[in-house]
């Protein structure tokens, strides 16, 4: 479609989505290094790193909360994997009745409002102990998780070509030797790239994190929306941008595991 068009149209459209996507971080990351800015002025006022300073400082709660953030994102890629890889398997491999529904169960908590589900959720939560408590933040970020963990493992194990499996099975192989020696290295990548989707997925996660962990569980995220709701920019920006590090270095990874093959098979 853009070919089609003239390259003036062409380079005004260019634009537009290079300013959607790399004006708010270019905002970003001159708030992370005002010192003074405020309206009318276009540009900051003053220029310094004493905010990173600030978040970098022993006494900082910013460290403890990325901490926190990394921890539980590890778990919750830990329960995720727990329950995807042998779910994907099955439906990858095994004539099960259902298998649609079973797939379209896993994105149900996608289908809803999420302030309104974990409002009741954390109600749920409060009644088995688990508000405040970084077990309940993890089984929160996991049900968002198994959408694509379950969806692109059970991707992963479809483009395994089955002669291999029949081969390995065909030498005396145990069906358990023929799906550790031979599956599960094959459908790696894409289970893999569904780790990595989860933990940017937790990382990243706010409103499920805010109704269940807080006031006990304080993670980067809700670190940066405090300082953002109390007009403390800077501190926004720079907690904004360290959680941007991951998400783009661990895209590029994506990249490189999620092949047309599994792609292709998402959904089938």
């Given amino acids: 479609m853009i070919r089609s068009l003239g390259w003036v149209p062409r380079g005004l459209l260019l634009g537009l989505l290079a300013f959607a996507v790399f004006g708010p971080l270019t905002n970003l990351g001159l708030w ?15 220029y310094g790193f004493s905010f990173w300073e600030r978040v970098f400082a022993p006494r900082s709660n910013a460290m403890g909360s990325l901490a926190t953030s990394v921890t539980i994102a590890l778990f919750t890629v830990a329960v995720c994997l727990a329950v995807s890889v042998p779910a994907g398997y099955a439906l990858a491999r095994l004539r099960l009745p259902w298998r649609g529904a079973i797939l379209l169960a896993f994105l149900l908590p996608q289908a809803f409002p999420s302030v309104a589900v974990y409002i009741n959720v954390a109600r749920i939560f409060y009644t088995l102990g688990l508000n405040g408590t970084v077990a309940g933040v993890v089984l929160v970020h996991a049900v968002h998780g198994l959408v694509f963990s379950v969806w692109i493992t059970a991707a992963a194990f479809s483009a395994v070509d089955r002669s291999l499996e029949e081969a390995a099975r065909d030498m005396g192989a145990s069906p358990l030797r023929t799906f550790l020696g031979v599956t599960l290295p094959l459908a790696a990548p894409g289970v893999m790239a569904s780790s990595i989707f989860v933990f940017l997925e937790s990382l990243d996660e706010f409103t499920g994190t805010y109704f269940v962990g807080v006031p006990d569980v304080t993670t980067l995220p809700l670190l940066m929306f405090n300082a953002g709701m109390g007009g403390n920019f800077q501190i926004a920006s720079i907690t904004a941008l360290i959680l941007l590090v991951p998400s783009v270095g661990f895209m590029l990874v994506i990249e490189r595991f999620l092949k047309a093959d599994v792609l292709a098979k998402v959904g089938h």
């Fill in 32 to 46: 992370a290094v005002a010192e003074k800015w405020y309206f009318p002025h276009t540009l900051p006022l003053q």
